[in-house]
């Protein structure tokens, strides 16, 4: 039987200016042709599965698609040709419109012609239904109802992307709150890393997981329904006092098993969401992604840079192109109130702007100023969809200088009079404070020991800091804290992204 893949339907968007990858299941032997317009690729079906080429596409709208095999063919309508790209990540690129900060009120307005979404079924293992549930998903142009499902960022990404390049823009939500960027990716590539493969031995030797499948699923379900009943008191808990420690609700209501039992089914397991999402969309042509995450990962921070590497590249090797581009977010600031500051996020906002400034084709939108005290999952996400954006027209489509898509970020240092000299880039005309004073900088000595830092803004992108404790300063850092005060800006209103001079 002749089937493209689900996340080809009525209403999708395709690459423009690329060529246009179809692919599908079918009847071995088979030949296939794909239309699109006036263009067509053929393609025969091996072992099951075809994939077809479409030469490469200006921008366009309306337009019909036909998949045929010498049978009934498969027909989709309403067809645009524009930018496409895929959104991953964890809860805060997961968000809904509808639950975000001016979400309702732009749902009401349906005043967003120009983008359409797809949704990847947020499916943890391949269930009886797996196909039924897949089959049912389709691309969405903007609506209340359909939008009001549209991750947040991805859609104020979009929204910026479609009123700039005047093209439409279609977003694959490939995404799931609570992940491990581990849970993207294949076992292969976390098994072939030193930092990343006791997140496959875990795995592998938990009890759950050695268990007959269909049991590890039972367990599973099973699990599901008593934490449902869990969260059900939890809400209410907190809907009368938000900031109730977390012992403490579980002294009220009983402990909480989250995440379950580590088997086949659940969905926070290493390399399984890889293959139950992200292989269902690729090699679905697209420009690049926009990536949200790194908060699950926060328990073991200094393995995040070769977790994130590894990530970046097994997606663009399952894209077939190692330049893709792959733009994202550095965690904002968070710690819950009764959480001590383990410096975690410090460690893998580093590893962010460290992949960064290391892998080619990267954007980071700096997001350290739109974090929430006792909020893991702050509303506000206009500013992090726009920034994505400012870092898409500036590296991707050229069409920003770096002086409106970045806010400054530390180049390097020199030891001058007792203190130390700070060079940044992207500053501007000249800093910019919030507040009543800049707040954290630090120096510390050769001992290691911190110390807050008084500090002058020099002219052009420099900063002098001393301290009258410390006589011979060695290392500087700023805002390494998981949460604080943000008060230092660049001229365009971007903040200065968190750093430490030396690597430990």
């Known amino acids: 039987m002749l089937r493209a893949a689900a996340v080809f339907s009525d209403h999708m968007v395709l690459q423009r200016n690329k060529k246009i990858c179809v ?29 077809a080429y479409l030469p490469e596409q200006e921008a366009a709208q309306e337009l019909h698609m036909e998949i045929s095999d010498g049978s009934e063919p498969l027909r989709f309508t309403d067809v645009a040709v524009g930018e496409v790209w895929l959104a991953g990540g964890q809860s805060n690129m997961e968000l809904e419109l509808k639950d975000a900060e001016g979400g309702k009120e732009i749902l009401q307005s349906k005043d967003c012609p120009g983008i359409r979404f797809y949704n990847t079924p947020r499916q943890s293992y391949e269930g009886p239904d797996f196909e039924e549930v897949e089959r049912a998903s389709r691309w969405e142009r903007f609506g209340e109802e359909a939008a009001a499902k549209w991750s947040a960022v991805g859609f104020y990404f979009a929204r910026e992307l479609a009123q700039r390049l005047q093209v439409t823009v279609g977003v694959i939500g490939c995404n799931w709150g609570g992940t491990s960027a581990s849970c993207w990716m294949s076992r292969e590539v976390l098994l072939s890393r ?101 908060e699950s990962d926060d328990h073991r921070p200094g393995d995040y840079y070769e977790l994130l590497t590894g990530l970046i590249g097994q997606w663009r090797r399952d ?81 920003l200088p770096d002086e409106e898509a970045f806010g400054p970020i530390y180049r390097d240092f020199r030891y001058r009079e007792g203190g130390m000299e700070l060079t940044f880039d992207h500053v501007g005309v000249c800093f910019v404070c919030r507040g009543d004073r800049v707040t954290g900088f630090e120096l510390a000595g050769g001992d290691g020991v911190f110390m ?53």
């Open 23 to 51: 692919f599908g299941e079918g009847e071995n032997g088979r030949k296939i042709r794909v239309s699109l317009g006036e263009a067509h690729a053929d393609a025969v079906c091996r072992d099951g599965k075809w994939t």
């Open 194 to 294: 030193a930092a990343t493969r006791s997140y496959v031995e875990e795995y592998e030797s938990a009890e759950s997981a050695r268990k007959p499948r269909e049991e590890q699923i039972r367990e599973y379900q099973e699990y599901q329904a008593i934490q449902e009943e869990w969260d059900k008191r939890a809400a209410a808990v907190y809907e009368k006092d938000p900031m109730m420690a977390f012992d403490k609700v579980q002294e009220l209501i009983g402990p909480c098993r989250y995440p379950g039992p580590m088997n086949c089914a659940n969905f926070t397991r290493p390399a399984g969401l890889y293959e139950t999402m992200l292989k269902r969309v690729a090699p679905y042509t697209i420009q690049g992604f926009i990536y949200y995450q790194g």
């Open 319 to 399: 894209w077939g192109d190692d330049r893709l581009p792959f733009l994202m977010v550095q965690l904002p600031m968070h710690r819950y109130r009764h959480d001590p500051d383990t410096k975690s996020w410090c460690v893998i906002r580093e590893s962010q702007m460290r992949a960064f400034d290391t892998i080619r084709n990267t954007g980071i939108a700096v997001a350290i100023d739109c974090g929430q005290f006792h909020e893991i999952h702050p509303k506000n996400k206009k500013p992090v969809g726009e920034r994505l954006a400012l870092q898409a027209l500036n590296g991707v489509y050229r069409l």
């Open 452 to 504: 807050e830092a008084d500090l002058v803004i020099l002219e052009g992108n420099r900063i002098f800091l001393s301290c009258g404790e410390i006589q011979e300063p060695v290392m500087a850092r700023y805002l390494w804290t998981n949460y604080g005060e943000v008060t230092l800006f660049g001229a365009n209103g971007l903040p200065l992204a968190p750093f430490r001079t030396h690597l430990f």
